[in-house]
């Protein structure tokens, strides 16, 4: 079973997705704005998601770089990996850390921090939410269950979401509701290619909210609402806010 989410703007989107499918902007809002850049998130705060994604790397100070990819090849003009960087040098190629967008997204939207690395960066992401006053403003996302549990075991309050990758059915799928269960994940999440109707039914009835990447808007926002998915996360905030919108009702 799910935890007892703390109160507050978390727990809110948390209750009303349980009525009605709702957005969270991926990277930010990566097709408004160059991905997991605060022009991005300001644009995913005033499109009407719920929510905003980004992903953290460790750089090679300890401190949390929001950048999706463990290079900076892709996203910026340098070149080298995200680790072997100074915080200065990331911030002179664009890169935003994690306390520069809990700055802007405190008290204006919901923050989906993924781990993707680095064997400290649960305690690093967990003691910077609580320094920041916003456990109940934040939920913790990771494909590494080690990572979702240790999220768990940090802060017990902080909701922390398992992402699970293929497309699980059958056994599979009970492993992986037994392994949620096991790592005290609050939620799960699936790709829109590897979601089906029985993984959504399973989770909810496991009373486990999910979570569906990365979804274009059209046809599968419509299938996914019909599904009764929790959250769609898009590049396109504001287009499926209006979508979703379009058909409530």
Excluded at 47 to 57: I, Y
Excluded at 146 to 157: I, N, R
Excluded at 221 to 232: M, P, Q, T, W, Y
């Amino acid at each position: 079973m799910a935890s007892v989410w703390a109160g507050g703007p978390t727990a809110k989107i948390l209750a009303d997705s349980w009525t009605r499918t709702l957005v969270i902007g991926h990277r930010g809002a990566a097709a408004h704005a160059p991905e997991n850049t605060l022009a991005a998130f300001r644009f995913a705060i005033a499109s009407g998601a719920v929510a905003t994604e980004c992903d953290v790397h460790l750089d090679a100070e300890g401190n949390l770089a929001v950048i999706h990819d463990n290079t900076v090849d892709r996203t910026t003009t340098g070149k080298g990996r995200v680790k072997e960087k100074s915080s200065a040098e990331l911030c002179a190629l664009g890169v935003p850390t994690l306390a520069d967008l809990t700055a802007l997204t405190k008290d204006k939207i919901v923050l989906v921090v993924e781990i993707k690395d680095g064997e400290d960066a649960p305690r690093k992401v967990v003691e910077h939410i609580q320094a920041q006053g916003m456990t109940d403003q934040t939920i913790v996302f990771s494909f590494h269950a080690k990572f979702v549990e240790a999220t768990k075991t940090l802060d017990p309050k902080q909701t922390a979401i398992w992402l699970v990758s293929g497309k699980p059915t059958g056994e599979k799928l009970a492993e992986v509701l037994a392994q949620a269960e096991a790592i005290r994940a609050d939620g799960l999440g699936f790709s829109y290619q590897g979601v089906t109707e029985e993984a959504i039914g399973a989770a909810h009835k496991k009373r486990l909210p999910v979570f569906v990447w990365t979804v274009p808007p059209g046809a599968e926002v419509e299938r996914l609402r019909r599904l009764k998915a929790n959250f769609i996360i898009t590049d396109h905030p504001r287009e499926v806010v209006e979508q979703l919108s379009k058909g409530a009702g």
